[in-house]
């Protein structure tokens, strides 16, 4: 499943990143690295950004870059 | 000089929040210098420090998480590091989050330029019951780490130390990222052709050339290319290599870097923290559960952002009568010194500087705004608020090709009534979106700035007298209808190409601002449009000036104004009697030198208070002239106790007052008639047989071309125009204006609002424009198309509501409902793929 599919409260893993270009090395330059546990907070008061902890640290981003993350629920 | 003088040149290097602005304040104090890099418009803090003799340049590079080439920030430090040699990089990690921070950590190491750590927030850390080995730490990373606090000014001198030594010795033992066995076959191959390269190998480090060739870096690409003796064999090379990795191990190059860079992280991290407690939520996770909550959240948005507009726009409205005496201070020295008016006519070195000092400080009146606007604003980012903000409100504007930071720029420009666009443009840097920035600065403009505001209560006094509170939501609502329609046909269109970001962004731990580096910023900012304004807006006042008043009306004219003021003097002095012993006193100069007595007895008149002002007030000006005295008080006045009653002295006044009246009308139609056949006047009736289809006649023309210059101008050219006697109230405007505009109906008003709207930005707000987007062109283009838009909404208006026979109130609300529809439609249109 992708990142947008998690819903808050949930805790995965990433597999991969399949989102290329910018979105891509973005999202692996924030640490969206195989093996990395990701928890979803919670979604803004309109659903979309998400909020998602890893690391010790906090991220928002939208349902549509999300989407280009994959995930394995743990 | 001796040697010791040398300059060392100091980059200061950082992730986003790791309080990189911070160390690099607490280093160099006050003494920094913010530009902008080069053809961007991202900016360029410098400051310096000496240690020992040794005088120490630092230069702080844009906040990046990353060395890659995708965005403007990160291509800058890139460049900047590259290419201008820095002895030394400082690199701020926030030790609360040191495994992404060492991530760049890595890729600055690859650069070749030793660095120092400074390892921030340390606070922070030990709250969170991270203790961090600082001596493994530096081992590992081959270099001093230093613990520091940047907004407690902790470590500032262990730093310096460590910046000084490094400058000296350099790096004994450089950091080598490993990237494994699989990654480093190609990259050592990679290295080696490339330092066959004679001219490569001499100017950049070969192996973080290597890596970023293999992650398929443009910008690496194109240094190869432009650089390179031989670049195409080399890119050949590159691709060969980058497919063979791709091939044998399933995965793109550059995602097994990242990931081996986040791994040697990790490993550092295992290696040199232990932990105390078990992490528990937070004290951010406990506000956040408050702010971001589903409901609480957005009353929290629209609370903050409502006190934001209170204490800034309001409350710093409210300041300015205290500060503008300040201002109004600095015009009267000036005003002394340049020649003194005429009769009729004032000199032009006399009414040109006037216009531009009064120009200059009708804008500078809105210091007090700035302050508390950039002191709020400063807080805001200090915070992390700003971060949510966007959180909060991205899907909405998004939907318009917006993005969630684009309401703060809004809010401030004027999002409902009252603001000012130039700190609304300025707000707008702080977008990584470049894109969703250029809408956004765009449609700032757009908002209701303060100075629109009297205009629209004198516009809508003349015909929605009855329904004032509907015509204020009206115009407040429909400009942001407008604005959002605005930023997706931009967005769609000519922004199309621009380049845009992915919205992921970091929520950063809450923080409390320091008062200091409150100040320092807005400080910076404030003074940073201080300048702007001194530098070009007078430049400009001065071609609008020559627009309004030239060529001037013809020498028939003037003879004519010159015998009806030789008239009008003569009939004063046959008013007060041949023989009158005051007589002599008016010849020459000396009746100009009465007028200006007397105008400035009575606008001392109107400041003093109370009985004790008022005496204190006339002892001066009996001082400074006791005939003058004399005729100013009709003659009455008391002397050593004894009332006296001059008689000629009244005469002089009742004749001087019949003159005053007839002087100021004189001067009224000669400016009028000057404005009327000014090179703007010219072109007001030239467009006029098409403005009429938007309803404006050339009168209005006139008036709306000279708020150009500044909106605060409309009322008043409006009040020259309508020939309203100066000093009487704006009521007083409406009925001269109705009567000369019989014709008028609140058809016309609308439409005259309604361009008003969408005037173009004021001059100071274009030289923002002009900085935050770095070109002329969109300058221009800021300038012309809120015309044509104003003009084709006019015209619906005017020309449609006439045509279809609707009443002011009727078009409004037809209108209201049409840019509504439209604003909806515009919001379903598909973005494009944001990213390919």
Redo the contacts between chains.
């Keep these: 499943m992708t990142l947008d599919e998690m819903k808050p409260g949930h805790v995965g893993e990433i597999v991969d990143?399949t989102?290329?270009?910018?979105?891509?090395?973005?999202?692996?330059?924030?640490?969206f690295?195989?093996g990395t546990r990701i928890r979803v907070?919670?979604?803004?008061?309109?659903?979309?950004?998400i909020?998602i902890a890893m690391?010790?640290?906090?991220?928002?981003?939208?349902h549509?870059?999300a989407k280009g993350v994959e995930v394995k629920t743990v | 000089m001796s040697e010791k003088s040398a300059k060392i040149l100091v980059a200061v290097a950082g992730q986003p929040n790791s309080g990189k602005s911070t160390i690099f304040n607490m280093l160099t104090g006050a003494r920094q210098h913010v530009a902008n890099y080069p053809g961007v418009t991202v900016e360029k803090k410098t400051g310096s420090y000496s240690l020992n003799e040794e005088k120490v340049e630092l230069v702080d590079l844009p906040g990046t998480?990353?060395l890659?080439s995708?965005?403007q920030e990160e291509r800058i430090a890139r460049d900047f590091l590259l290419n201008e040699g820095p002895s030394v990089v400082i690199d701020v990690l926030d030790a609360?989050?040191l495994?992404?921070n060492l991530?760049l950590t890595f890729q600055l190491s690859e650069m070749g330029i030793p660095p120092v750590i400074s390892l921030n927030m340390m606070d922070v850390a030990e709250g969170r019951g991270i203790n961090i080995d600082i001596e493994k730490l530096g081992r590992h990373l081959g270099a001093s780490v230093v613990p520091t606090v940047g907004n407690k000014g902790k470590g500032k001198d262990g730093l310096k130390e460590a910046v000084r030594a490094t400058s000296q010795g350099g790096q004994s033992n450089p950091f080598r990222l490993d990237y494994g066995e699989e990654l480093e076959i190609h990259l050592s191959f990679l290295e080696k052709k490339l330092s066959e390269d004679t001219t490569l190998s001499t100017l950049y480090p070969l192996r973080w050339l290597a890596v970023k060739l293999m992650e398929n870096d443009a910008e690496a690409q194109r240094l190869v290319r432009e650089k390179a003796t031989n670049a195409n064999k080399i890119l050949n090379f590159v691709v060969e290599k980058r497919k063979d990795y791709t091939t044998a191990y399933k995965k793109a190059p550059?995602?097994a870097i990242?990931?081996m860079r986040?791994?040697a992280a990790q490993g550092i991290v295992e290696a040199c923290i232990t932990r105390e407690k078990e992490?528990k939520p937070s004290l951010?996770d406990r506000i956040?559960q408050v702010v971001?909550?589903?409901?609480l959240?957005?009353c929290i948005l629209v609370a903050t952002i409502y006190a934001i507009y209170e204490l800034a726009i309001v409350q710093g409205y409210n300041i300015t009568p205290y500060t503008w005496p300040l201002l109004a201070w600095t015009r009267d020295p000036i005003a002394s010194i340049l020649p003194s008016e005429g009769f009729i006519v004032d000199p032009f070195f006399r009414s040109m500087p006037l216009w531009v000092i009064d120009g200059a400080i009708a804008v500078l009146n809105y210091i007090p705004i700035f302050l508390i606007l950039f002191s709020l604003i400063a807080i805001l980012e200090d915070t992390g608020y700003m971060?949510r903000m966007?959180?909060?409100l991205?899907?909405?504007f998004?939907y318009f090709g917006l993005h969630g930071q684009s309401v703060l720029p809004m809010v401030i420009g004027g999002l409902y009534v009252g603001g000012c666009a130039i700190p609304g443009v300025i707000a707008t840097r702080a977008m990584k979106d470049e894109k969703a920035r250029m809408a956004t600065i765009m449609v700032v403009p757009l908002m209701n700035c303060l100075a629109k505001i009297p205009f629209y209560i004198l516009m809508i006094g003349l015909f929605f007298g009855a329904y004032k509170g509907i015509a204020m939501f009206f115009i407040a609502t429909i400009t942001i209808i407008i604005a959002l329609a605005v930023a997706k046909i931009l967005s769609l269109t000519i922004l199309r190409r621009k380049e845009s970001?992915?919205?992921?962004?970091?929520?950063p731990a809450y923080h409390l601002p320091t008062v200091q580096g409150v100040l320092r910023r807005c400080l910076e900012r404030t003074w940073l449009f201080v300048k702007k304004i001194i530098t070009i807006v007078i430049v400009v006042a001065v071609i609008v000036y020559v627009l309004i008043y030239f060529p001037g009306i013809s020498n028939d004219r003037e003879s004519w104004n010159q015998n009806q003021a030789d008239q009008t003097q003569q009939s004063f002095f046959e008013k007060m009697g041949k023989d009158n012993p005051y007589a002599s006193l008016f010849a020459g100069d000396g009746l100009l030198s009465f007028a200006s007595y007397w105008d400035a007895y009575s606008k001392a008149k109107m400041g003093a208070k109370g009985k004790e002002g008022k005496e204190a007030m006339d002892q001066r000006f009996r001082e400074k002239n006791l005939a003058f005295f004399t005729i100013i008080k009709k003659g009455n006045y008391e002397l050593e106790g004894k009332l006296i009653n001059d008689e000629d002295a009244k005469k002089v006044y009742t004749a001087y007052k019949k003159l005053d009246k007839t002087r100021n009308r004189l001067r009224r139609e000669h400016r009028e008639e000057t404005i009327v056949s000014g090179y703007m006047g010219r072109a007001g009736r030239f467009i006029e047989p098409f403005t009429r289809w938007a309803g404006f006649n050339w009168r209005v023309n006139i008036a709306l071309m000279s708020s150009f210059a500044a909106k605060e101008n409309s009322v008043a050219t409006l009040g020259g125009i309508y020939q309203s006697p100066p000093g009487e109230k704006e009521g007083v405007l409406e009925e001269r204006m109705r009567e000369e505009e019989k014709g008028w109906t609140a058809l016309h008003v609308l439409a005259i609002m309604l361009f008003m709207a969408m005037y173009p930005p004021c001059i100071p707000t274009l030289l923002m424009v002009r900085l935050e987007t770095g070109s002329t062109k969109w300058m221009l283009f800021a300038t012309f198309y809120p015309i044509v838009l104003g003009l084709i909404i006019s015209i619906l208006v005017f020309t449609g509501g006439s045509l279809l026979g609707l009443s002011g109130l009727q078009a409004m609300i037809g209108f209201y409902v049409l840019a509504l529809i439209f604003l909806v439609a515009m919001g379903l249109i598909k973005r494009e793929p944001?990213?390919?």
């Design positions: 990143v989102a290329e270009g910018i979105l891509g090395q973005r999202l692996l330059d924030m640490g690295i195989p907070i919670r979604n803004a008061p309109l659903i979309d950004p909020e690391k010790g640290y906090h991220i928002s981003l939208r549509s870059e | 998480y990353s890659t995708y965005t609360s989050n495994e992404r991530y550059e995602k990242a990931q986040h791994q992490i951010t956040d971001l909550n589903r409901f959240g957005p971060a966007a959180f909060i991205d899907r909405v998004r970001a992915p919205f992921i962004l970091e929520m944001e990213f390919s």
